[in-house]
């Protein structure tokens, strides 16, 4: 092939990103190059969400985009140009997306980006993977190559708490769980490039387990090996689950592990117990303020960000205020909420989905309302005052770097400022908050 360019669109969560970073790497083997071009690529690739109906239809929309574009490259390349869908959509819709956009020639669930390789050996058809084998790309996806200062690192995919409105145990299967010994050499590898804080990903992270030499190695293992490195700054962890805040979990937050940050985003998702009954949870609301409160005797400054649904099959007013109350009770700083989106493959399709949209969006904006109070609060607290902040990047306007607070806030820090040409990225730096809004706060190297 006379271009080996690709171009890649990633969709989603956390572990999309990551999983997008190791197919780079793994056609980088072969020669190939990745452009944001898509005038020069030959290959457009789309690592798709299917959390929600609104994720799942972007990947169709840019896919029109991506039919034209392909036309138009084959005649300018004059080579053959390739479209793939990848991820949780190529698994989700596996049966519909040759339907929807017969331009696509190949199509590989989450567990199978490596099988990449049969298709481009040499396609005379239609290439679809979506069996979901194990957790057998990690043995053949190469090391990446370079790391940002916060590296991510998957430890477990797929899910067996079921809950009914969540499409992950269909998309990424059972809850597999790597081996620790991988996860520990990998995290040596990035941090060996640069990486100064490690995120450890997973549908279900905290449930991560393990069984070798007669031990069984939890995530509470994996932090405590990290916290040995002084080349890392911070480590964090997510998707949390409540069933899965095990004591001796908890007990990482007591401030012995000085990488360990005060914050938790810990997903309620309805803070009513017959609202979360419906959705199969597994635990009540008072099992989780529970959990809050002993993560709050170990760590009196700890912070919470959740995520929330509304408009839940059956949910009625009363099941919502009580979301709402709990919402004010625990003082989330930030929240993802959103509106129930119905997915094919769960149970909670058969539930009557009997509450009008414009009521849905009333108790989206009440919540949102109430958590933005809550942010804007805290955020205004830090004003004046100097905090520790890891510096990630260069923002997205170019004109501060992007940097975090011990609870994830994101902190701006002009580019005007006098000391800016000091800051190397990865480090933790003194900065005092000389302004706030809802969203960001902006300060100064001290």
Same mark, same amino acid.
């Given at each position: 092939? #006379? ?5 890649? $669109? ?9 999983? /997008? #970073? ?44 991506? $039919?034209? !574009?392909? !036309? *138009? ?60 084998? /194990? ?61 100064? &804080? ?10 991560? $387990? ?30 949390? @689950? ?20 005060? @914050? ?13 009954? *419906? ?6 609301? &008072? ?36 979301? %709402?109350?709990?919402?004010? $009770? ?6 993802? #909420? ?17 509450? =009008? ?5 009333? *108790?989206?904006?009440? %919540? ?36 975090? /607070? ?14 800016? =040409? ?25």
């Amino acid at each position: 092939m #006379s271009s080996k360019k690709f171009y890649l $669109q990633t969709f989603g969560c956390q572990m999309n990103v990551y999983d /997008s #970073s190791r197919l780079v790497a793994l056609l980088e083997t072969e020669g190939w190059k990745e452009t944001d071009d898509l005038q020069s690529a030959s290959m457009y690739i789309l690592n798709t969400c299917s959390i929600r109906e609104k994720a799942s239809e972007k990947v169709f929309s840019f896919l029109g985009r991506l $039919q034209k !574009e392909k !036309e *138009r490259a084959k005649k300018r390349l004059k080579t053959p140009i390739f479209i793939g869908v990848v991820g949780c959509v190529a698994k989700d819709q596996s049966d519909n997306i040759f339907k929807r956009a017969p331009y696509v020639d190949f199509v590989l669930d989450s567990q199978s980006y490596h099988k990449i390789f049969d298709f481009l050996k040499g396609p005379t058809e239609k290439f679809i993977k979506t069996n979901l084998p /194990s957790l057998e790309k990690f043995d053949v996806l190469p090391k990446i190559k370079k790391t940002p200062a916060s590296a991510q690192i998957t430890i477990q995919e797929g899910c067996d708490h079921n809950c009914t409105y969540c499409v992950v145990p269909f998309t990424r299967g059972r809850e597999i769980s790597r081996p620790f010994t991988d996860i520990i050499n990998e995290i040596n590898h990035v941090v060996s490039l640069g990486a100064k &804080e490690i995120v450890l990903l997973g549908q279900n992270v905290n449930g991560y $387990q393990f069984k070798a030499d007669n031990k069984i190695y939890r995530i509470y293992d994996i932090i405590k090996n990290i916290a040995k490195n002084p080349k890392v700054s911070r480590v964090r962890y997510v998707s949390a @689950h409540p069933l899965e805040m095990t004591d001796d979990l908890i007990s990482l937050y007591d401030g012995s592990i000085k990488c360990m940050l005060p @914050h938790l985003h810990l997903p309620l998702q309805a803070g009513s117990n017959r609202t979360l009954k *419906r959705m199969n949870r597994g635990y009540t609301k &008072e099992d989780y303020f529970k959990i809050v409160e002993k993560l709050k005797i170990v760590s009196p400054d700890i912070k919470f960000s959740t995520d929330l649904i509304v408009g839940f099959p059956g949910e009625s007013e009363e099941e919502f205020l009580e979301t %709402l109350e709990m919402v004010k $009770q625990i003082n989330f700083i930030t929240s993802f #909420s959103f509106i129930y989106s119905a997915r094919d493959h769960t149970p909670a399709l058969k539930l009557a989905d009997d509450i =009008d949209y414009s009521t849905k969006l009333d *108790r989206l904006n009440r %919540l949102q309302s109430a958590l933005t109070k809550i942010q804007t609060n805290f955020n205004l607290g830090q004003k004046n005052t100097k905090i520790t902040v890891f510096i990630e990047d260069d923002a997205i306007d170019k004109n501060f770097m992007l940097g975090r /607070s011990i609870y994830m806030q994101t902190v701006l820090i002009s580019k005007t400022d006098s000391l800016v =040409d000091t800051i190397i990225i990865g480090k933790i730096y003194i900065v005092e908050i000389t302004r706030s809004t809802p969203n960001n706060l902006y300060g100064k190297i001290i």
